[in-house]
């Protein structure tokens, strides 16, 4: 407990150092503040924009939540099937990679014309630029199975069935909520980045990503500032439900969720 | 010896195991195992121990010869067979309680006898009082009673052990043979056993036979008849020593011999 209060008091003064820096670098270099504006600004348009930033938060929220909610039941699914055989590993396994490769950014326009603007499209891109990581975990987690515990499971006459849903399954969660941790930020990086250029389908009202687009182009930079910072606060968000659910999960049996203070 | 303790457990006819591109692992091996013997198989790393297990346990089959046991195939024998690894094998993600369970819940028994039948045998390892706790919270030698108590939930007639005791320190090693020794005499099962120690093999085994290796054969057969119960005072007789002394001879003629060619 006391080592954790240390660690939090230690993360709030580098973050009351950095703000420090932040304003003596304005007062030493004289950045007019469109293009970098002071802390206090900042927390201003914070406070004055915040049910537009918050509207803003929950659309990203979901998408992200939506792509990474579709990652997790495909990419498990995926995982099942590349477990059957090596040989239907080595024929699939290398178009996992093109999802992790494929320049979202280019596919982009594709999306829009296929599902329309908006958070479907959003959500399609967050959900193909995080399935990646819960494929290629799982399914280490599948195949990665002592042998003898495969042979003992054949000594009882147990069927393919009972391998897979009572020893390779259960084997495979710490690796996939690996997966999913890497997932999870990736699935809210793709959100804001599909907003981007898939932006959104409400009039008037768009996730982080759009509203950051639109704030950029109003020399709005301290609403700027304030939507990164929410972004920031929906990644940390993310992971730590991530991590709640790992804990929940696993601490009874598995030495990766019992320390999270050395993660 | 009674009739049915008379009775062929395992029968080898001239078994040959090569795996694919590799040497002969076994030749020609012609083996007779009677129900109710305790047999342990002892020789240097490569003379094919292990491979004899997963032989009866029909994990691997014979390039060439007959391998029976009870009278069946190997895989239609299994329902009969338990198997203990070297490591405990235990499920991580399961409470000791459903660990010992497993075989029983594979085959399909009800809730209610699993349930039954594992209290009964983890009082027989002495770990009911921790049925709840799971295998990270237990010590090596606690972890080995559980894979024990899971092996004997089926009710074998044939019980396969890889060195179980390998990995454990001296004294859980001695407590474990002799709970072995108490839980067959209770249970009347056949034991085939791979170990590396000579004493180990002595204290448990009615008969021991030493494997020499490229290619693995049977080198010399021991039959081990000492007198009185077999407890920690039987470690220290006479009689006990002169048969360690007899058989560690025997296996160091064949690690020589190994290493003249």
Known sequence: MKQRLITVANAIVVFA???ILWQLVLWTFHVPPFMLPPPVAVARALVARFPSLL????????????GLAASIVFGVLIALVFAQSRWVRRMLYPYTLLLQTVPIVAIAPLILMWVGGGTPAVTLIAFIISLAPVIANTTQGLVSVDENLVHLFLMHNATPAQVLFKLRLPHAVPSLFVGIRIACGIAVIGAITGEL???????????LGYSILYASSQLQTDYLFALVLAAVVLGFAFVFVVMFFEWYFLHKWHASARAPETA | MSEALAAPQIEFHSVSKRYANTAMILEEIDLTILKGEFVSLIGPSGCGKSTVLKLISGLTAPTSGAITVDGMTPKNARESVSYIFQDATLLPWRPVQQNVGLGLELEGASRTSREEKTAT???LVGLEHVANAYPRELSGG??????IARALATNPKLLLM??????????????????????????KWTAVFVTHSVEEAVFLSTRIIVLAPNPGRIRAIFSVDLPGKRDSALRESPQFDE???????????????????
């Open chain 1, 197 to 207: 250029y898939a932006g959104s389908a409400r009039v008037g009202q768009g996730g």
């Open chain 2, 243 to 261: 048969l360690v002394t007899k058989i560690s001879r025997a296996l160091r003629e064949v690690v020589v011999q190994e290493m003249v060619q």
């Open chain 2, 142 to 147: 606690m972890k080995m009673r559980v894979s």
């Open chain 1, 55 to 66: 509207a803003s938060f929950a659309i990203t929220a979901e998408e992200s939540a939506g």
């Open chain 2, 121 to 123: 045998l983890l009082k």
């Open chain 1, 17 to 19: 150092a950095l703000l």
């Open chain 2, 162 to 187: 890889d060195e179980p005791f390998a990995a454990l320190d001296e004294m859980s090693r001695d407590r474990l043979n002799e709970e072995i020794l108490r839980l067959r005499a209770e249970q």
